[in-house]
């Protein structure tokens, strides 16, 4: 059974979504590992900061399958797939690692290059697995992550995944 790691994003209504793709994660894949949250600029466009981390977990789902059940929680939170590539999101879960798979092609690419490019990447993963060596080239997240040269542009924002959408925090 390989081991998930995907890239969690929103920057409309940010913590109302970042919670909701939590519990529907949660439902679907029963432990689950998070990386703290961070807050992070747009890139590409101009439009209000993201909030961002990583999530783990282990799936016996084929590639293909776990992509479709992702892509329908970011539905189910009124991601819209017709605006351009570089735009507001109310939720964007991408997949960067499915166990040591390397796929690059039309429909996947895996791992994601992204992990390479973006600091709100790279940063939540390597602090969720550090030793963790990358399929491609072997190296360890967390030493890539201490020669990337955006970490900076990182902010940890407190974040209670078990708030009501109202900020209230559950009981019981």
């Known amino acids: 059974m390989p081991r998930v790691y995907v890239s969690i994003g929103s920057n409309i209504a940010r913590e109302r979504n970042i919670r909701a793709a939590v519990a529907a ?21 101009v439009g209000d900061d993201f909030y961002n981390l990583v999530a783990a977990f282990d799936t016996d789902l084929p590639l293909e399958a776990l992509a479709e059940r992702l892509a329908a929680i970011e539905t189910a939170q009124g991601r819209k797939r017709d605006g351009p590539r570089f735009g507001p999101r109310t939720l964007d879960i991408d997949i ?3 166990g040591d798979l390397v796929r690059h ?15 709100h990447v790279l940063g939540p ?12 080239t072997g190296e ?5 992550w201490r020669r990337f040269p955006g970490s900076k542009v990182l902010r940890r924002v407190p ?10 925090v559950r009981r019981g």
């Open 105 to 119: 092609d039309r429909r996947f690419d895996i791992p994601r290059d992204d992990i390479a490019l973006y600091a």
């Open 125 to 136: 993963l390597a602090e969720l697995a550090p030793e963790l060596p990358h399929p491609e």
């Open 159 to 168: 974040f209670d995944f078990d708030a009501h959408a109202d900020g209230r």
């Open 25 to 45: 994660l949660r439902g679907q894949f029963a432990a689950l590992a998070l990386s703290p949250v961070y807050r992070t600029p747009a890139e590409g466009f």
């Open 140 to 144: 360890r997240f967390g030493d890539l």
């Open 96 to 98: 960067l690692l499915y």
